[in-house]
């Protein structure tokens, strides 16, 4: 799905540095989530928001922190980047009235921390 | 909170063949278990969802089982061809106010010709 935005697509930075990642959605969805996936352990939960200022931890939220200041964006941050958050990160977004409420991803963050 | 298992961790057919991939979920509470489709250096992508009204759904080659009482549920793909060949993942959730996926671990489907 287009409407689901992710920049920047690759980034490799040093240990230590604030690194954050963006996503945005043009799908009207007011449920944005945040994962990391890993080869072998297939997609974990970051931080998952329901609406505007509304935030809650996922499964492995430590070395992260989100914001969510509008409906349409949701983005990660990396406080101090360490060589173990080195990961493909996927945004998703779902919509409450819709069936099931199936997530719909973006094309992800390849991410490199040296 | 909730646990799913996804067998097996790869999955090599050939094609026209069919393959199936089993996940087993763990809080009975669970009720939406989608499956994604995610192709090399793709997004994962929904190829089908069961909700636990239903035992069974099917959309053309692809169909998914659900064994409430047991727990777990099923993809099976017939007729494979090599645009199958990708990594699925399993899911499930509880829908409403508290609704977030759990993934499996995923299966690599690879069809041979």
């Known amino acids: 799905d287009a409407d689901v935005t992710q920049t920047p697509r690759n980034r490799i930075t040093k240990t230590g540095k604030r690194i954050m990642l963006e996503c945005s959605q043009t799908?009207?969805?007011?449920?944005m989530y945040w994962y990391r996936q890993d080869p072998g352990l297939g997609l974990r939960l970051i931080y998952y928001?329901?609406?505007?200022?509304?935030?809650n931890k996922g499964e492995i939220s430590d070395g992260y922190s989100v914001s969510r200041q509008a409906q349409a964006k949701f983005s990660l941050s990396l406080e101090s980047a360490i060589p173990n958050q080195t990961a493909l990160y996927f945004c998703?977004?779902?919509?409450?009235?819709?069936?099931?409420?199936?997530?719909?991803f973006g094309d992800g963050t390849r991410l490199s921390i040296l | 909170g909730e646990n799913v298992e996804q067998h097996p961790s790869t999955l090599s057919v050939q094609e026209g063949d069919s393959a199936v991939i089993k996940c087993t979920y763990s809080?009975?509470?669970?009720?939406?278990f989608p499956w994604y489709k995610q192709e090399l250096g793709k997004r994962p992508q929904l190829i089908i969802d069961?909700?636990?009204?239903?035992g069974e759904k099917k959309d053309q080659r692809i169909a998914v089982t659900l064994n409430k009482t047991a727990k777990h549920f099923s993809l099976h793909i017939t007729e494979t061809q090599p645009e199958d060949s990708a990594v699925y993942f399993c899911?499930?959730?509880?829908?409403?106010?508290?609704?977030?996926?759990?993934f499996g671990t995923g299966t690599r489907l690879q069809v041979t010709l």
């Open positions: 998703a977004t779902s919509d409450t009235a819709e069936v099931g409420q199936p997530q719909h």
């Open positions: 799908k009207g969805h007011d449920r």
């Open positions: 928001s329901f609406d505007v200022k509304d935030i």
């Open positions: 809080d009975s509470a669970s009720n939406y």
């Open positions: 069961i909700r636990s009204n239903v």
């Open positions: 899911a499930a959730s509880l829908t409403g106010t508290a609704s977030k996926l759990t």
